[in-house]
């Protein structure tokens, strides 16, 4: 089904949709953010472009079937994931604001720490976050 016509692929369609699932799964929002697999090499080698995910996604674009059977199991996965985070021992994680649980909501939870430090270099300046 992903088998591409007139030659043979230097990455194989399967592999690319894993890669691209576990970038998504990172965080990933884009193509281009395949690169979030960069540190994870080792394991998955290196990335594929993001041109290469595109050319791995086009027939799919095209054939219904196989867009109906991703639904399936995109809806299948998602079923199972959020069972997954309701069975933990603190239930799902709801939002609350001043005391007040606000159920229904979808947390992303970002979060990032400035760190302070000192340059004594000739024409160092603050940072973007004027740090």
Do not use: C, N, Y
């Not at 998504?24 to 929002?29: E, H, N, Q, R, S």
């Not at 219904?64 to 021992?89: K, P």
């Not at 909501?105 to 004027?130: E, M, N, P, R, Y």
Request: proline share 5%; glycine share 8%; charged share 20%.
């Amino acid at each position: 089904m992903f088998a591409r016509l007139g030659g043979s692929p230097v990455w194989d369609r399967g592999v690319v949709l894993v890669q691209l699932a576990v970038a998504i799964a990172l965080g990933a929002t884009s193509m281009r953010q395949i690169a979030l697999l960069t540190h994870h090499e080792p394991l998955f080698g290196a990335p594929p472009s993001d041109s290469t995910i595109r050319r791995a996604l086009e027939p799919i674009g095209t054939d219904e079937l196989l867009q109906r059977r991703l639904a399936r199991a995109r809806a299948r996965i998602r079923r199972h994931v959020w069972d997954l985070i309701a069975a933990t021992e603190t239930g799902f994680p709801w939002l609350s604001v001043a005391g007040k649980v606000l159920t229904g909501w979808i947390v992303i939870d970002l979060d990032a720490t400035l760190i302070t430090a000192h340059s004594s270099k000739q024409g160092a300046s603050a940072t973007f976050k004027k740090g």
